[in-house]
């Protein structure tokens, strides 16, 4: 199974239509610059949360990664190396993981 085939769990969703699919990808790519750890790694936005800014991504390594989308271009000042905010989850499984967990806490809230 890809995460195209995934199963999505509150608080988690796929990308509505092409045009989230875009505008999103596009605040990705103004947020990691060069001297951000995932600058040139390929992240292609794939999802997203419904209560905060956080998406998910996969890289050209196939590696997920959720990144916490600041909602600012970046200018690579002193801060580019450090935001926007991300982790690495790996496989999808260990997404998939997270997000039951996720999901869990999203119903008791």
Do not use: C
Not at 23 to 37: F, I, S
Not at 39 to 50: C, D, Q, S
Not at 77 to 86: E, H, L
Request: a negative charge.
């Amino acid at each position: 199974m890809g995460i195209d085939e995934l199963d999505w769990l509150p608080p988690w969703r796929s990308l509505a239509s092409e045009q989230e699919a875009i505008g999103l990808q596009r605040q990705l790519d103004r947020e990691v610059t060069a001297r951000h750890p995932l600058f040139g790694r390929g992240a292609t936005v794939k999802g997203r949360r419904i209560d905060n800014d956080d998406i998910v991504v996969v890289l050209f390594d196939g590696a997920y990664v959720v990144v916490h989308l600041i909602w600012v271009e970046s200018d690579g000042g002193s801060f580019a190396d450090k935001y926007p905010k991300w982790l690495s989850y790996g496989s999808l499984e260990d997404f998939v993981a997270a997000m039951l967990k996720d999901s869990r806490a999203y119903g008791d809230g």
